[in-house]
């Protein structure tokens, strides 16, 4: 099954088609990674003492540590994401 959200070849003018996927047809494996790809959470952690921002990709890989909330947001919506944060 194709989830890739665009479909560069239908526009002469490079705009992306938006791509339907009926998630009736999905199976467990794929319902659970869709959309992986396009998600991080940031959540407060402390690192050799001080306080930090963990980046992480949706799975639970970490991405990256940020010195304030606002600094790893905009990590993420930098690098195409979005961001979704955890308490």
Known sequence: MNMNPTNHSD???????????DIRAM???????????????VKPVIVNG???FAIHA?????MAIA???DLALAAIVQHELVPVLVH
């Not at 199976?27 to 959470?41: I, M, N, R």
């Not at 949706?58 to 970490?62: L, N, R």
């Open 50 to 52: 001080t306080q930090g």
């Open 67 to 69: 010195d304030n909330r």
């Open 11 to 21: 526009d002469p003018n490079g705009v992306p088609t938006p791509t339907l996927v």
């Open 58 to 62: 949706a799975d639970g890989t970490p």
């Open 27 to 41: 199976s467990p494996d794929e319902f659970a990674q869709f959309g992986v790809t396009k998600l991080a959470y």
